[in-house]
Nanobody, 116 residues
Framework: QVQLVESGGGLVQPGESLRLSCVAS????????MGWYRQAPGKKRRELVA????????LYVDSVKGRFTVSRDNTGNTAYLQMNDLKPDDTGVYFC?????????WGEGTLVTVSS
């Protein structure tokens, strides 16, 4: 089993920054991908915002390119999402995901609200 715990969400004004963290524990394999998904208010679907593989390869949704940066620590068990120049459309619950061995694990989510 794998446990994921997110932190770092909050209420900010447009143009401000936040840094989300996700700590993974349990049975983590060397080859995996950690990702951040966003569920906007009133939407059921979770949208992939950014992901990073164990080898450092990254992917971003077009709307956050140049503003968000995804990274992992040296152990590979903690992922970060640095979010700069936040916009109201970035509002939502951000979920951490770990994909390995064709299985997906999810955290409980952390709320990010961007509002003036």
């Amino acid at each position: 089993q794998v446990q994921l715990v997110e932190s770092g969400g909050g209420l900010v004004q447009p143009g401000e920054s936040l840094r989300l963290s996700c700590v993974a524990s349990g049975s983590i394999f060397r080859i995996n991908v950690m990702g951040w998904y966003r569920q906007a208010p009133g939407k059921k679907r979770r949208e992939l915002v950014a992901s990073i593989s164990n080898s450092g390869g990254t992917l971003y949704v077009d709307s956050v390119k140049g503003r968000f940066t995804v990274s992992r620590d040296n152990t590979g068990n903690t992922a970060y999402l640095q979010m700069n120049d936040l916009k109201p459309d970035d509002t939502g619950v951000y979920f951490c995901n770990l994909a390995q061995k064709a299985l997906n694990y999810w955290g409980e989510g952390t709320l990010v609200t961007v509002s003036s």
